[in-house]
């Protein structure tokens, strides 16, 4: 009688938790050469190459010592890469939103209003606040921390606050954007790998990051309170930003437009594509009809002539906006569609290294090895917290502490009958929000290397980033707006 077409002739064995170990050791020590040999730039390629490089190996391993059928295999790697292509897509529509935001002068008028609230008294709070607002508007952490949050930094040593403390306000505000801006990679990758709707998954992380947000301001403010504040504020800093600002783009409340049509499509639950591109739309209206000059001066440095190459240039490659200071010009030249490739470069080689990992039973072995004793959703969202923070503190990169915990605990919360939004915000509650934290992650490194403040001095005043896991594991703990799978 002949074999069942899903049967091999070969004996296949299963992975056994030694193996799976090794294998998670030899990532983590070929991420650790990188992050050795390239810092902070270990993610422009050198980790993909090791991912995709590493994804080989398992494939052999599957293959030559698990006796698994290679067709198999290969069917079920680029099933995971195949579950990512909608993120990749908005990604994609994300760089050009970037682009023509900053070309039709949104993100900068963001920061120029972000910049009017600054007041001694409050200073900590109201820093927290603009660099959630500046970060919501970019998406970027980084881009923050190394532009609005460098020069707020300055503005507190002439206050004579703690250098940690200050840097504590404006890390905690720019990981807000990070976690929650449509804009913001993490948020995109929290959502692809979970196969969550992107503004589902936004949404649901309101139920934590609000709490934490709120707590933080109420922390900041006791804190400040009790700080000897000096009343001289010498904002000659943010005084420079603004005027560059003001003198290169035109600014109006009319930049508020694009954002609202965002959100106000976001409040009627329009899927993330149209909502998206109808923010690019809105942003080359106010780049025409805002930012005319600007545009023609975008054209004379790219060389071209006419409005429409420049906004299918602007739009494909980023703007190239020159406004004599380079960090600001290290702000306002970012986005563009070839921006987000070596995100989707990322994702690709992280899924493909969670297929391997998932179709020669590494994940499910080390899944159960973690599972033993969680039992119900607190424990499970503890769990995920818990490798996340591990993932972080080992590979040194924030990206694979969302991506493999996140291959690794999805069938245990569909086990659990737990809707799969709510592993994506434990991922970006574990994930995204710990990496920083870490002296030694790329995150801790960067923000180090920007501020000249050391992970140690600033991170006991990260408060949102530390709260986030703490709300996150006490709702869940106390089985508070635990979602249901459909």
């Known amino acids: 009688m002949a074999a069942p077409l899903n049967q091999t002739a070969q004996t296949t064995r299963v992975c056994s938790l030694p193996l799976a170990l090794m294998i998670f050791l030899g990532l983590i020590t070929v991420l650790g050469f990188n992050v050795v040999f390239y810092g902070d730039t270990a993610s422009a390629g050198p980790n993909q190459v090791a991912l995709v490089v590493m994804s080989a190996i398992v494939i052999g391993i599957g293959r030559f010592w698990l006796g698994l059928s290679y067709h198999q295999l290969e069917q079920d790697v680029f099933r995971s890469v195949y579950t990512t292509i909608p993120a990749c897509f908005i990604l994609f529509l994300i760089g050009p939103l970037i682009s023509l935001w900053i070309v039709g002068g949104v993100v900068p008028g963001l920061i120029y209003y972000g910049l009017e609230i600054i007041h001694p008294s409050f200073f900590l709070p109201i820093s927290f606040l603009c660099c959630c607002v500046v970060s919501v508007s970019i998406g970027s952490s980084w881009s923050t921390i190394g532009t609005v949050g460098l020069a707020l930094i300055g503005i507190g040593e002439t206050l004579g606050l703690p250098a940690g403390m200050s840097a504590g306000a404006v890390i905690s505000g720019a990981y807000f954007g990070d976690k929650m801006s449509p804009l913001s990679d993490t948020t995109n990758m929290s959502a692809a790998v979970t196969e969550v709707e992107l503004f589902t998954h936004i949404r649901y992380m309101f139920y934590t990051t609000i709490p934490a947000a709120i707590l933080s301001i109420i922390a900041f403010t006791i804190l400040g309170l009790?700080?000897?504040?000096?009343?001289?504020?010498?904002?000659?800093?943010?005084?420079?930003?603004?005027?560059?600002?003001?003198?290169?783009?035109?600014?109006?409340?009319?930049?508020?437009?694009p954002p609202l049509v965002v959100l106000g499509?976001?409040?009627?639950?329009?899927?993330?594509?149209?909502?998206?591109?109808?923010?690019?739309?809105?942003?080359?209206?106010?780049?025409?009809?805002?930012?005319?000059?600007?545009?023609?001066?975008?054209?004379?440095?790219?060389?071209?002539?006419?409005?429409?190459?420049?906004?299918?240039?602007?739009?494909?490659?980023?703007?190239?906006?020159?406004?004599g200071h380079p960090d600001i010009n290290s702000l306002l030249n970012r986005g563009g569609m070839a921006s987000m490739l070596y995100t989707v470069w990322f994702i690709f080689a992280a899924m493909f290294f969670g297929g391997a990992l998932e179709a020669t039973g590494v994940v499910n072995t080390l899944t159960k090895a973690l599972l033993r004793s969680a039992q119900s959703a607190g424990q499970l969202a503890g769990a995920t917290l818990a490798t996340c923070l591990v993932v972080n503190m080992t590979t040194c990169e924030q990206y694979l502490a969302i991506a493999l915990p996140g291959k690794m605990f999805k069938k245990s919360y569909k086990d659990q009958n737990l809707a799969p939004e709510n592993l994506s915000r434990a991922l970006e509650d574990g994930g995204t929000m710990t990496a920083?934290?870490?002296?030694?992650?790329?995150?801790?490194?960067?923000?180090?290397?920007?501020?000249?403040?050391?992970?140690?001095?600033?991170?006991?005043?990260?408060?949102?980033?530390?709260?986030?896991?703490?709300?996150?594991?006490?709702?869940?703990?106390?089985?508070?707006?635990?979602?249901?799978?459909?």
């Not at 009790?226 to 930049?255: A, R, Y």
């Not at 001095?457 to 709702?475: D, E, M, R």
Request: hydrophobic share 50%.
């Open 226 to 257: 009790f700080q000897n504040v000096s009343s001289d504020l010498n904002t000659q800093g943010i005084e420079q930003m603004q005027l560059i600002l003001k003198q290169t783009f035109h600014i109006s409340p009319l930049i508020l437009i």
């Open 436 to 486: 920083v934290l870490i002296p030694w992650n790329t995150g801790g490194v960067y923000a180090t290397g920007v501020l000249g403040i050391s992970p140690l001095a600033y991170a006991p005043y990260c408060f949102f980033n530390l709260l986030c896991p703490a709300v996150s594991i006490f709702l869940s703990t106390f089985n508070y707006n635990i979602r249901k799978a459909r």
């Open 265 to 323: 499509l976001i409040a009627k639950k329009t899927p993330a594509l149209p909502a998206i591109f109808m923010g690019c739309v809105a942003g080359v209206f106010c780049a025409l009809f805002l930012q005319e000059e600007l545009l023609y001066r975008v054209a004379e440095n790219m060389e071209l002539s006419g409005l429409y190459p420049t906004l299918i240039t602007i739009t494909g490659t980023g703007p190239v906006i020159d406004v």
